[in-house]
Each structure stands twice: as C-alpha cells, then as structure tokens.
C-alpha cells in the first residue's frame, strides 16, 4: 500500500472515530462527572458571563491526544501516527466551525444553511439543549444525526430552533 493512501485512510479513520469519541465524551463525560465544565453551554446566552464558557476548556481534552500525535508521529519511525493527530484536529476544526460557528453563531462568519443536512443539526441540537440539565438528554454526537431530525418542520419552528439555539 503506498504511503498516501496509508496516511489517507488513517486520517479519514480518525476523523469518523471522533464523532464516536465525541458523542461518548458528551453523554458521559460532559454530562457526567465534568457537568460543571459544561452546565454553563446549557444557559441561556443572557445568563452567561462574558465570551468564553467553562465548556470551551474541552477544546484543550480533545486538542491534547492531537498533539501528542504530531509529536509521537514526527519523531518516531510510525509516521502514521502523526495523521491520526491531523484527523483529530480536521474534526476539531469541522466541530468549531459546525457547532460554535454555525449553530451558536458566536462568531458571525457565514449565515443560515438551508440544507436539509443542517437543519437536521439544527433542530437535533436544539433538542439536546430543551434540556437544562444533565440527566435526560438526547442527541450527543455532532454530524450523525437521528433520522426523525430530518423531518420536515415550519420555517417558524425552524427559527425558533435557531433562537434557542444562539440564546
């Protein structure tokens, strides 16, 4: 197998295995015994203190095994390691833009998709966030979405999704 295709289907793996890792981190880490770190992305935006949350501290527990394989990769003679820190942080980059960018819209860089795709994030992440609380949520990964998320919804239902979403 030559080198490209080895490095190519290692850093795709990587990728698809971060959404299982982030889902797994959400349900059980985040709202589990890390609550605290996280309760704060649960208010409202009018409850919040400043820009930043505790919640943006897990940037650094997925950024970390990132690194870690850039450095193991680079300096050791398994140079496909490296590529699997590269699929870490192309999903870290896919999850700020998607979830901070997009459905927080804490920075404004790009308007409303009208997708079906990103409707379906939309309205599975604003169902995750109805909950205020750690216990009984839904909806934890980022880009797989339950199907019944896609069923089609009043533009009225859609931007209050969005409302809720931002706030």
């Known amino acids: 197998m030559p080198n490209w295709l080895l490095y190519t289907l290692v850093t795709l793996?990587?990728?698809v295995g971060m959404e299982f890792?982030?889902?797994f981190t959400h349900k059980f880490v985040m709202h589990g015994f890390l609550w605290k770190w996280h309760e704060d992305h649960h208010l409202p935006?009018?409850?919040k203190e400043g820009f930043?949350?505790?919640n943006d501290r897990f940037f650094l527990v997925f950024a970390i095994p990132s690194m870690i394989c850039y450095i193991l990769g680079s300096s050791t003679p398994h140079f496909w390691v490296f590529f699997?820190?590269?699929g870490i942080s192309l999903?870290?980059?896919t999850y700020f833009l998607i979830h901070d960018v997009y459905i927080h819209r804490r920075f404004s860089w790009f308007k409303q998709l009208d997708g079906s795709y990103s409707r379906a994030i939309l309205r599975a992440h604003g169902a995750h966030h109805a909950k205020r609380?750690?216990?009984d949520g839904e909806s934890f990964g980022?880009?797989?979405v339950d199907p019944k998320f896609f069923k089609k919804r009043s533009r009225k239902e859609d931007e209050a999704l969005i409302k809720n979403n931002v706030d």
């Open 52 to 54: 930043f949350e505790k």
């Open 84 to 86: 699997i820190g590269v």
């Open 133 to 135: 609380t750690k216990e």
């Open 13 to 15: 793996a990587a990728y």
């Open 142 to 144: 980022l880009l797989v």
């Open 45 to 47: 935006k009018h409850e």
């Open 91 to 93: 999903y870290g980059l």
């Open 21 to 23: 890792m982030a889902w």
